[in-house]
């Protein structure tokens, strides 16, 4: 079965400094990942996806990740915080070479930036 | 198109009451996914459709709960005899062809089982 870890439940940054919020996944064939951010009392929003190719893919509202076959990691990262930032954020992954074309969805990082 | 819309957004219930609700997926999105969300926690898969077809369901949820995609077109959600433990938020969402799209997901709907 393939699952998606999230090792922490919350990360703090300052306003400015660069984040980083750690997503590992586990599946039998290729994956795609993707990451999700939730705010408060509202649905999931897609922020950006890995599918094949480069392995550095960027997104929206200024958020990129980098995938690591090798440690089978998919980290989310930002050069620059905003307080703005500050929400849930999901890692979920797909694999339907081998595992479920089903997402399958982390338990989620809370980010706070504070000022 | 203004994206996934999910009704009620909110719902209070009495243990035992029945309770339905209603997912309007993005017009052109044939797949169509159900969660659940607890706090703390993330979305846990309840079941999918293709269309109009039920092609997943997960081992863990109760046989109380049955949901329908009539026409491929919008999706109810129903949980007969709710129990406390129901109480979490329902999401919904779709996403177009392809195991490599990414999901669109509707507000939520909060269940709270008095």
């Known amino acids: 079965a393939q699952s998606v870890a999230q090792p922490e439940d919350q990360v703090k940054v300052a306003e400015g400094n660069p984040l980083t919020v750690k997503c590992t996944y586990s599946?039998?064939?290729?994956?795609?990942l993707f990451w999700y951010v939730q705010y408060p009392n509202r649905g999931l929003q897609f922020l950006l996806k890995y599918i094949t190719g480069d392995n550095l893919v960027k997104g929206s509202y200024g958020f990129e990740a980098e995938f690591n076959k090798s440690q089978t990691s998919f980290h989310l990262k930002k050069p620059s915080a905003l307080v703005s930032d500050s929400a849930l954020y999901f890692c979920a992954v797909t694999a339907p070479g081998g595992g479920s074309y089903i997402p399958t969805f982390g338990r989620g990082t809370s980010l706070i930036v504070h000022p | 198109d203004t994206g996934v819309s999910q009704d009620p957004r909110h719902k209070i219930t009495k243990r035992g009451q029945n309770v339905t609700f209603r997912c309007d997926p993005i017009s052109e999105h044939n797949r169509l996914y159900w969660y659940r969300q607890t706090l703390g926690q993330g979305p846990e898969f309840l079941t999918y459709?293709?269309?109009?077809?039920?092609?997943?369901k997960s081992r863990l949820l109760s046989d109380r709960f049955s949901a329908e995609r009539p026409k491929g077109s919008f999706s109810t959600l129903e949980i007969q005899r709710t129990e406390q433990g129901d109480s979490a938020m329902y999401l919904c969402?779709?996403?177009?062809?392809?195991?490599?799209?990414?999901?669109?997901f509707g507000q939520g709907t909060r269940l709270t089982v008095v």
């Open positions: 969402a779709s996403s177009g062809e392809g195991a490599n799209t990414e999901a669109f």
């Open positions: 459709f293709q269309n109009e077809a039920q092609l997943e």
């Open positions: 599946v039998s064939g290729n994956p795609y």
